[in-house]
């Protein structure tokens, strides 16, 4: 069974940062890549970034230049720091890992509450 956490989360003023991290355990084969998504209230699930196993990096243009990801292949983690938050990045962040097979597997999700 595959166990994917995150951590992390939390409420911030604007302007602040946050790292959230994600661990993944128990039987998974091989990962090809790692992503981190979000939803707020009312919306759909978005990618958010995501990074594969070459550390090949992708991101949505809305969190283009604040957030950065980053993988440690050995430990299977996965971190997002999030820097000059707004309003609008408040949501809950999920962590995904995609298998080189096929399969993936989701967190169960952490809040982020921008605020002031």
């Known amino acids: 069974q595959v166990q994917v956490v995150e951590s992390g989360g939390g409420l911030v003023q604007p302007g602040g940062s946050l790292r959230l991290s994600c661990a993944v355990s128990g039987s998974i084969f091989s990962i090809y890549a790692m992503a981190w998504y979000r939803q707020a209230p009312g919306k759909q699930r978005e990618l958010v970034a995501a990074?594969?196993?070459?550390?090949?990096?992708n991101y949505a243009d809305s969190v283009k230049g604040r957030f950065t990801i980053s993988r440690d292949n050995a430990k299977n983690t996965v971190n997002l720091l999030m820097n000059s938050l707004k309003p609008e990045d408040t949501a809950v962040y999920y962590c995904?890992?995609?298998?080189?097979?096929?399969?993936?597997?989701w967190g169960q999700g952490t809040q982020v509450t921008v605020s002031s």
């Open positions: 990074v594969t196993s070459g550390a090949s990096t």
């Open positions: 995904r890992v995609f298998e080189v097979r096929g399969g993936s597997y």
